[in-house]
């Protein structure tokens, strides 16, 4: 099952700033509904651990991150891989930044595909759930960067 979500919001810092926070986990990870914790290998490798529970399938997600474009200061992306109780999640999350006026406008656009009893069990919940999660991140995101 696949999930495609994107969007846009505008910020009063300059790209320099807002790439700077989308590619240190330690400043954005926190913002993760459910976040439990970050582990930081190196600077293109992270462990994120966020709870996950949908129906009667609950437990923790531990994904593995790769920072696999980070063009300074206009594009930031994200593939990831993890194990989720009764599944398997792999995504893409991408950030485009340009500068707009004071600040900075940043196009936003993601990918999940999950796979296994999760996908099969939740089926037509997952993207209603999953829309709303990444919007609690979007909003954190500005509220952070405010």
Request: charge should be neutral.
């Amino acid at each position: 099952m696949a999930i495609k979500l994107s969007g846009e919001f505008e910020i009063n810092k300059t790209p320099d700033a807002v790439y700077e926070f989308l590619t240190d986990p330690n400043k954005f990870a926190p913002l993760l509904p459910e976040f439990q914790g970050v582990t930081v290998l190196d600077a293109t490798h992270f462990h994120v651990k966020v709870n996950v529970g949908i129906s009667h399938i609950k437990g923790t997600a531990d994904v593995k991150m790769e920072l696999t474009q980070a063009d300074r200061p206009t594009r930031a992306q994200y593939k990831g891989q993890g194990s989720v109780a009764g599944g398997n999640v792999s995504m893409i999350a991408g950030f485009d930044l340009s500068p707009n006026g004071e600040g900075t406008k940043v196009n936003w656009q993601g990918e999940a595909q999950i796979f296994g009893r999760l996908a099969s069990v939740a089926g037509g919940l997952l993207e209603p759930l999953g829309k709303k999660q990444v919007q609690k991140l979007i909003d954190a995101l500005q509220a952070a960067l405010t």
